[in-house]
């Protein structure tokens, strides 16, 4: 089945630095890529997603990168602020059957002020 | 858009008892519903996957007689925690998705379950 790594497990950066998050997946048939952010006892809220026909998608300061060939996906913070302190979870689902998504392990990101 | 409520948001029990938590998608219709499960500082387990008008789709190592889950309509899931005991303490959360391909899953709040 499905396997996604995600690296870093934590992520401290200066307030205004980038953060980089990344992840692989194993199936090649995933062709749908969500990353969610989640505050302490909260929802985890989609911020950016990526399908497989697309090599990169940005939305402000947040992107993400897609390299299919090596079943890698990256999420781009830039201008981080403190209120991007939170953890983010990569996924990898395919647009098929059932869309289950299999999460990453996820990253704790401190943005120190 | 896309809004997901998940009630009740924080449960209290003996051991013994079963508890329903109710996932509803309140702006759109959802065919499929997943449960999830999370453990502190964990990342989100996949429980099951609850289909509109047919039995759920449980993954490996999920006992089904233990979480019970029920898809009525297009807009509610429920999942019920039978005979529930404190190993079954956990972080609940459900999502859905809109009908049709290429939709994101949206989350409830969540429901932290404490089994006394």
Same mark, same amino acid.
């Given at each position: 089945?499905?396997?996604?790594?995600?690296?870093? !497990?934590t992520l401290s950066v200066q307030e205004g630095d980038s953060a980089v998050i990344k992840c692989t997946y194993s199936d090649s048939a995933s062709n749908y890529f969500p990353w969610y952010k989640q505050e302490l006892g909260k929802r985890p809220q989609l911020i950016i997603d990526i399908r497989s026909n697309v090599g990169e998608k940005k939305d402000q300061r947040i992107a993400v990168t897609l390299n299919k060939t090596a079943k890698h996906f990256s999420l781009h913070?830039?201008?981080?602020?403190?209120?991007?302190? %939170?953890? *983010?979870?990569? %996924?990898?689902?395919?647009? !098929?059957?059932? *869309? =289950? *998504?299999?999460?990453?392990?996820?990253?704790?990101? =401190?943005?120190? %002020? | 858009g896309a809004v997901v409520s998940q009630h009740p948001s924080r449960v209290i029990c003996k051991s013994g008892t079963s508890v329903k938590i109710e996932c509803r #998608? /309140?702006?759109?219709?959802?065919?499929?519903? &997943?449960?999830?499960?999370? &453990?502190?500082?964990? #990342? /989100?387990?996949?429980?099951?996957? #609850?289909?509109?008008? #047919?039995k759920a789709t449980?993954?490996?190592?999920?006992?089904?007689?233990?979480? /019970?889950?029920?898809?009525?309509?297009l807009t509610l899931s429920t999942l019920t925690v039978t005979s529930a005991h404190p190993e079954d303490s956990s972080f609940y959360i459900c999502s859905a998705r809109d009908t049709g391909s290429n939709q994101p899953q949206h989350f409830g709040d969540g429901t932290r379950l404490s089994i006394l």
């Open positions: 089945g499905e396997n996604v790594e995600q690296h870093p !497990s913070i830039t201008e981080t602020q403190p209120e991007d302190s %939170a953890v *983010y979870f990569c %996924a990898a689902s395919t647009a !098929s059957g059932t *869309y =289950k *998504y299999i999460f990453g392990t996820g990253t704790r990101l =401190k943005v120190l %002020a | #998608s /309140l702006d759109f219709q959802a065919t499929t519903m &997943f449960w999830y499960r999370q &453990f502190p500082k964990k #990342s /989100l387990m996949l429980m099951a996957t #609850s289909n509109e008008g #047919s449980y993954e490996q190592g999920v006992e089904k007689d233990k979480f /019970l889950i029920n898809h009525a309509s």
